[in-house]
């Protein structure tokens, strides 16, 4: 497989961090796949490499400068310097206003935002020397509002107005900056949410797929599928949108 390009994805352990690292791996990227956890990234790195592609396992908190400093260098020193960057490290710590803890508005805003904005700083200088970048935030339905989850919605909103406001910085550059906004997508993430909720998971998918127009929850692969459209070479003119993934116009 030739690789053109070399992207970084960060959550790529699992989820629908892990199913675009494999499809940007596809589709001829060679992949840092980062992650907090460094077990599950081996994981995606080891599918990867399975395939024919190029991937390296970098482990790293997207909210700790030096820590995305080395995972960066390592990159680079090891791969090539990246010009692709998916921002898709999460959490989630719901509860309503009243029992949210301060810590767990932090530990959100911090992963999201504050991570966004250093892994999106680092990969900047490498894709203005070439003149061209991708760059792709994994924002969220819950950005409209949804019930127990102040933190989360106005993380996933404010990653909005940084993809504006970076689309209009760095288009210049060739840069586009674009959002993918998902619905109901099953992974660990909703499944933590079914058990807080006490439903099983698939009572809980059943549940929320009669609330979507396509009449399913999402797969990791629906969103992997229009990351891989936002960073290809023919959407260029495409920057500062986003794009709901949700199985109709909200999730
Ligand atoms: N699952 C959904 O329904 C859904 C819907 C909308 C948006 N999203 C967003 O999509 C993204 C991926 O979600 P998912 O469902 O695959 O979740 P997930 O919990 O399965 O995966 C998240 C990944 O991020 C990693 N991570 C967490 N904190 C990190 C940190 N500080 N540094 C580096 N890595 C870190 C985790 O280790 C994990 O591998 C998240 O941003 C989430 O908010 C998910």
Redesign the pocket.
């Known amino acids: 497989m030739s690789v053109s390009r070399v992207a970084v994805v960060?959550?790529?352990?699992?989820?629908?961090?892990?199913?675009v690292a494999k499809r940007l791996a596809a589709d001829g990227h060679a992949v840092g796949v980062?992650?907090?956890?460094e077990e599950?990234?081996c994981e995606t790195v080891e599918h990867i490499r399975g395939s024919g592609g190029v991937a390296i396992a970098l482990a790293?908190?997207?909210?700790?400068e030096t820590?995305v400093a080395a995972a960066y260098n390592r990159l680079i020193a090891e791969v090539g310097a990246p010009t692709v960057v998916v921002?898709?490290?999460?959490?989630?710590r719901d509860a309503l206003l009243h029992k949210m803890a301060p810590a767990d508005w932090d530990d959100v805003i911090?992963?999201?935002l504050r991570?966004a904005f250093l892994m999106t700083k680092a990969a900047r200088e490498h894709m203005v020397a070439v003149k061209w970048g991708r760059v792709v935030n994994?924002?969220?339905?819950?950005a409209l509002g949804n019930n127990g989850q102040a933190n989360?919605s106005a993380?996933?909103a404010g990653l909005q107005g940084f993809t504006k406001t970076l689309a209009i910085e760095l288009g210049r550059f060739g840069v586009t900056v674009n959002a993918v906004?998902?619905?109901?997508?099953?992974?660990?993430?909703?499944e933590?949410t079914a058990h807080r909720l006490g439903l099983s998971f698939e009572d809980f998918k059943a549940k929320a797929a009669e609330q979507i127009p396509v009449r399913r929850?999402?797969v990791?692969e629906d969103?992997a599928h229009t990351v891989s459209f936002l960073v290809s070479e023919g959407a260029g003119f495409v920057s500062g949108q986003v794009i709901y993934v949700a199985g109709g116009p909200r999730?």
């Open positions: 960060s959550g790529g352990g699992r989820g629908i961090g892990a199913a980062l992650d907090v956890d599950c990234s790293a908190d997207v909210a700790d820590s921002n898709n490290a999460g959490v989630t911090r992963i999201h991570g994994m924002s969220s339905a819950s989360y993380a996933k906004a998902p619905g109901f997508i099953a992974t660990r993430m909703t933590a929850v999402g990791p969103i999730g």
